[in-house]
């Protein structure tokens, strides 16, 4: 509320989040923190076998991670601060603040796995042999260490949003670090990302050992018996975390798989995941005992596989959270569960700083247009309802784009007149029968006012402009100005 | 004259049965699933199909055991799990798929599925027994 709303109509603003997150996960995952341990262990084994081919192929395929890592990575990396900063700047904030001290070792730890991952592979043609190469190897092992670290800390940070365990209570770091989803989540995510990591290898393979190359087999089932070695823990970690999810958030979790009209298609996504496993598994055990060795697009379906699976969970477990973004701390919408008694008593408009004016299209689509002082009162209250909406739901939602109001207003009421009179009762009990919703954060006048304002969605099928391209205004009603006296009393 | 076309099938076939390592393996355990799928209880298939399992995987485990002791030493890493894990892999879901047959009943899309999973580790756990006593299986390109 002390920023203006960023808001994309179209795409969504959790599809942003989402896509550049989703993406920087399977790089971290499948080309950092699985792929380095595996690359290391390669050159380590042509070490001490005295082979070169391992040394050849070890060296192509980290150029690989190398050139998407510092690119794709590096950038989603970045992306997710400004995009989760610009989408919620409520909940990154408060993340900041509990955890300010994990992230700062989190950002030592990340640089010095650039720096790393700079000099291992920048080294590795000059420190060919003898101690040097020893070095090197020792090097290798160095960053996959620091790439699962820098996993460590963050994926502390991704089980405290679901679930913040004691800190809620105690409100220490360390209550929040060690919150009951961490070393589960953990456990889950490093043999994926070995696992990940091994299929990646697999895939690339081919393209680098020549096909009649007796090394090639050699190779592909060096780098199989990795991933074989990963594929138990990832279903034994799958299981553990599964098991600390609380059970609101299990609730969720039919609705998490696709949307809300497919609902029952958890069984079916549930079958995919099954069958996903056992065809890395297959594929896999495949390649151990073929003697010709597997055909290249074999690995394509495994691999493509665990990137949608992969992507899926990470969209899961963004949506079971829900209502929340901060487990019973914030809600998705950014608001504060403590902050709710104040909100309903001096009303969300009180405490929002911005305003997006509304826009021709909108003034355009009032269903009834009064003449006269009636007019300029009509449009005071749409305008308290847009800021509501900008506020309260522009989160999640969308007016007429991903995860719209129209399209669930539509499918709810259908073709009759959404007046305040049919959707009131619904919007405010909606949390109740959407567990996933947030309550109504506002006084009674501001749910009339959304209501008033989402009328419009029935005859206006016009995006609605973000602060990014509409521009804002300070908000100015009566209740922000009696709230904020005693402050600005001082300035 | 007696007839030769028979006899020259029969050898034909047991030769290429014999040309690959996991031809007769799979042979002898797609008959077997047959028969257990004909049978048409899955309580009996997850019997049967684990008293089948339990001889393999003796076998398997006895094997690795003892190469592990020949080449105690002078065993690298890599090999030492080559000749462990895919068994313990292939063992481990053979389980899991009998313990998946059991609970079903016998027409539904789970019991196909588990009976195609126990087809594969099986064929994978015979590997695992063999592959100790035949060096060729771990070292093909070698």
């Given at each position: 509320m002390d920023f203006p709303v960023f808001h994309l109509d179209i795409l969504g603003n959790r599809a942003l989040v989402a896509i550049i997150a989703i993406l920087h996960v399977l790089v971290n995952h499948g080309l950092a923190v699985g792929l380095m341990p595996l690359i290391a262990l390669m050159e380590w084994h042509g070490v001490r076998k005295n082979d070169p081919r391992w040394d050849n192929l070890a060296y192509r395929i980290l150029f690989v991670a190398f050139i998407i890592t510092t690119t794709v990575g590096a950038l989603t990396g970045v992306g997710i601060w400004f995009s989760v900063s610009l989408v919620n700047p409520y909940s990154i904030g408060s993340l900041i603040r509990v955890f300010f001290w994990a992230w700062f070792v989190e950002w030592l730890v990340f640089i010095t796995e650039v720096c790393l991952i700079l000099a291992y592979t920048l080294t590795w043609k000059k420190w060919a042999s003898g101690e040097a190469k020893r070095r090197h190897v020792r090097l290798g092992f160095a960053l996959a260490t620091f790439s699962w670290i820098t996993m460590a800390i963050i994926v502390s940070i991704l089980g405290f949003m679901m679930d913040p365990g004691n800190w809620l209570s105690e409100n220490t770091l360390l209550a929040g670090f060690t919150n009951p989803i961490y070393l589960p989540q953990l456990a889950f995510r490093t043999p994926l990302a070995a696992a990940m990591a091994g299929i990646v290898a697999l895939f690339l393979v081919p393209f680098f050992v020549?096909?009649?190359?007796p090394f090639r087999l050699e190779a592909s089932r060096a780098i199989a018996l990795w991933t074989l070695i990963a594929s138990p823990f990832v279903l034994l970690g799958g299981w553990w975390y599964y098991s600390v999810i609380p059970g609101t958030m299990m609730e969720n979790l039919a609705v998490s798989a696709m949307t809300l009209q497919f609902m029952g298609w958890l069984n079916d996504f549930l079958w995919i995941v099954a069958l996903t496993v056992l065809a890395v598994l297959i594929t896999v055990q495949l390649t151990i005992v073929s003697r010709r060795g597997v055909p290249r697009f074999a690995y394509l379906l495994p691999l493509l596989a665990v990137f949608w699976l992969t992507g899926h969970f990470e969209r899961v477990r963004e949506f079971i959270r829900k209502p929340y973004v901060i487990g019973r701390y914030m809600y998705a919408n950014g608001l504060r569960v403590e902050d709710y008694p104040l909100l309903r008593r001096d009303g969300l408009l009180a405490y929002t700083t911005y305003s997006i004016p509304l826009s021709p299209p909108e003034i355009t689509a009032m269903p009834d247009r009064p003449t006269g002082t009636g007019y300029q009162g009509a449009i005071e209250r749409l305008q308290r309802g847009k800021d509501v909406f900008m506020t309260a739901c522009s989160r999640c939602h969308t007016t007429n784009g991903v995860n719209a109001v129209a399209t669930h207003m539509q499918r709810m009421?259908?073709?009759?007149?959404?007046?305040p009179s049919l959707t009131l009762d619904y919007l405010s009990n909606m949390h109740n029968a959407q567990p996933y919703m947030p309550p109504f954060p506002g006084t009674q006048e501001e749910l009339f006012d959304l209501a008033t304002y989402l009328e419009l969605l029935q005859r206006s099928a016009t995006a609605v402009a973000g602060a990014q391209q509409a521009g804002s205004v300070l908000a100015t009603p009566p209740g922000r100005s009696t709230a904020l006296r005693p402050l600005e009393g001082r300035q | 004259m007696r007839p030769h076309f028979l006899e020259d099938d029969v050898n034909w076939l047991l030769r290429w049965l014999y040309a690959g390592p996991l031809r007769l393996p799979l042979l002898n355990v797609l008959m077997l699933v047959a028969l257990l799928t004909m049978l048409g209880n899955p309580k009996v298939f997850a019997f049967v199909g684990a008293a089948a399992v339990l001889p393999c995987s003796v076998l398997g485990f006895s094997g690795a055991w003892v190469e592990s002791r020949r080449q105690?030493?002078?065993?690298p890493l890599f090999d030492r799990l080559l000749i462990w894990v895919p068994g313990a892999v292939a063992l481990a879901l053979c389980i899991m798929a009998l313990l998946l047959l059991s609970g079903t009943d016998g027409q539904s899309a789970l019991f196909l599925i588990a009976t195609a999973v126990f087809t594969f580790e099986m064929v994978m756990l015979l590997w695992a027994a063999t592959a100790p006593r035949d060096p060729t299986l771990l070292r093909p390109g070698a």
């Open positions: 020549d096909r009649h190359d009421f259908g073709d009759r007149p959404w007046s | 105690s030493g002078k065993f």
